[in-house]
């Protein structure tokens, strides 16, 4: 595993007061603003979606690419889960973050808005959720889920749990007062398991995933199948906090647009990746994704 390669969890308490004594200084003029400076490494966080040595042999080929296009380190880190990974985008503990729809629309909120998504995948912007079912369990479409019990993904998962909670709502139908039993996942893996294993009737997670696991031979399709597709909505993104200097987020971005599969390298990206290119995105094809949070009153 690189040496580049952290974990990062919650903030103790102890590093809070830091930080506080941190912003006196900046108020007094005693220390500079870290994101002022231009720095020599780029701290940069994915989706808790996977063990680290998975986790480093996707994203090294991207660390190596950007570490020479950018001209600086790339110290790479694994939040402890989606929460973590918007409270060390906004508190500044990482400069470049993988989030998910959702939890850009959180670090938006809890940053006031500082919170700037740069690149998605080609594919991001049509990220769809898949409700499954065994295929005798009598399930045919959302409203026969009504007395059944599901499984949601992780509470914090643009597609496998806001978007598929809006999708029951835009049905009549309210989780916790129509279903059964309402469940939550650690990840798509395991809410497909929990289906298999007759845990619950139904799950959801996002149709990647799906045809992932179907790829791979690990989802039998003659006991299991989809019931229900959702519409497309904006998903998985790199952020970054506004307070970045605007010629490093250009920077940035650039590096990412460039990557086209026109080296072996870049190929080589791409398809760990498992995108055709990379396409600037913006705070406002998450709108939909904030209405819906809010709606449901999930942001906090």
Do not use: C
């Amino acid at each position: 595993m690189p040496d580049s390669w952290r974990h990062v969890g919650r903030l103790p308490r102890t590093l809070l007061a830091a930080a506080l004594i941190g912003v006196t200084l900046i108020a007094t003029g005693l220390l500079k603003p870290a994101r002022a400076q231009t720095p020599t490494v780029l701290r940069v966080s994915v989706l808790p979606v996977g063990s680290p040595v998975e986790l480093s042999r996707r994203y090294a080929p991207l660390g190596r690419y950007l570490e020479q296009a950018l001209d600086r380190k790339i110290e790479w880190t694994q939040s402890a889960d989606y929460e973590a990974s918007v409270e060390a985008l906004v508190n500044g503990t990482i400069d470049l973050a993988m989030l998910g729809g959702f939890t850009l629309v959180q670090a938006q909120m809890r940053s006031g808005g500082k919170i700037i998504p740069l690149v998605q995948r080609d594919k991001d912007a049509n990220y769809r959720s898949m409700f499954i079912t065994p295929v005798d369990s009598g399930i045919r479409r959302l409203e026969d889920l009504k007395g059944r019990s599901l499984s949601f993904g992780p509470r914090s998962s643009t597609s496998g749990h806001l978007m598929p909670r809006a999708f029951l709502l835009a049905a009549k139908i309210d989780p916790e007062k129509d279903l059964r039993q309402v469940a939550y996942a650690s990840g798509h893996d395991a809410t497909v398991a929990a289906v298999v294993a007759g845990k619950v009737d139904a799950g959801v997670l996002h149709v990647y995933a799906w045809e992932k696991l179907v790829a791979a031979g690990r989802v039998d399709t003659s006991t299991l199948r989809v019931f229900y597709t959702s519409p497309p909505f904006s998903d998985t993104n790199w952020s970054v906090h506004a307070d970045m200097p605007a010629a490093t987020r250009k920077a940035i971005t650039a590096a990412f647009l460039r990557i086209d599969g026109s080296t072996p390298e870049e190929q080589e990206i791409l398809a760990l990746q498992e995108a055709t290119k990379f396409v600037p995105t913006r705070v406002e094809n998450y709108q939909r994704i904030r209405a819906v949070a809010e709606s449901a009153g999930l942001l906090k």
